[in-house]
């Protein structure tokens, strides 16, 4: 079964913190994909980063970076000092084969307040 | 460029009423996808379409139909509305055939209260 786990339900970090969102997925598909979104109080998810199972290097995106392992199947996603505005709901999701199409399996969610 | 526009963006219904959610992808793309989001159960995939067709379907009772026009726009409908069918329902679109490989953009979100 596809599953993904975002154990942090709500996490609350003053502003210039470092933060680090958990994500851990389960899949026995060799290929998927895995993403992260955030979502404002708008609502819209917003996509950050999409990543292939077969590319492991990690990536840093400014004040963003996220660690894949497929050895733990975690897809970790780090905030670099902290700012207000990125408090928000953000969600790791996972989609695998190509068959599957646009099918994406979204964590609960961890909310991230971030304070003055 | 416009994004994903989603209308409306608010809606009441009473419970055994029937209801038509529309989303306008951004100009270009052919693929939609729609999900639901409640507190309970976070967001769950609904349906996804590629030039007309629709190619994934999720775990949700067949009061959940959609649609998808020659112009890529896409319409979903709820009958027989039920309290548990409250919720966000969002909708995607991407450039590419699915969501996979491509990035995907997000409209605001139609929320649905059921009285």
């Known amino acids: 079964a596809q599953k993904v786990t975002q154990a942090q339900t709500e996490i609350s970090v003053v502003e210039k913190e470092d933060v680090t969102l958990d994500c851990v997925y389960e899949?026995?598909?060799?290929?998927?994909?895995l993403f992260w979104y955030k979502q404002p109080p708008s609502g819209e998810l917003v996509f950050l980063i999409r990543?292939?199972?077969?590319?492991?290097q990690n990536e840093i995106s400014g004040r963003y970076s996220w660690n894949f392992q497929k050895s733990t199947s975690s897809f970790n996603f780090t905030i670099t000092a902290s700012q207000v505005v990125d408090s928000a709901v953000y969600f790791c999701?996972?989609?695998?084969?190509?068959?599957?199409?646009?099918?994406?399996?979204f964590g609960q969610g961890t909310e991230l307040s971030v304070k003055p | 460029k416009a994004g994903v526009t989603q209308t409306p963006r608010y809606l009441i219904k009473t419970r055994g009423q029937q209801v038509t959610l529309s989303c306008s992808p951004i100009?270009?793309?052919?693929?939609v996808s729609w999900y639901q989001q409640t507190p309970g159960q976070g967001l769950q995939f609904l349906f996804e379409y590629f030039s007309e067709t629709q190619r994934n379907k999720g775990n949700f009772p067949g009061r959940f139909s959609g649609r998808q026009f020659s112009n890529s726009r896409s319409e979903m409908n709820v009958s027989t509305l039920e309290l548990g069918d409250s919720a966000l329902y969002l909708c995607a679109s991407s450039l590419g055939q699915t969501l996979l490989n491509t990035e995907a953009f997000f409209g605001q979100g139609t929320r649905l209260t059921v009285v």
């Open positions: 999701a996972l989609s695998f084969s190509y068959n599957q199409g646009g099918k994406l399996i």
């Open positions: 990543r292939n199972s077969f590319d492991e």
């Open positions: 100009s270009g793309h052919r693929s």
């Open positions: 899949t026995r598909d060799t290929t998927y994909y």
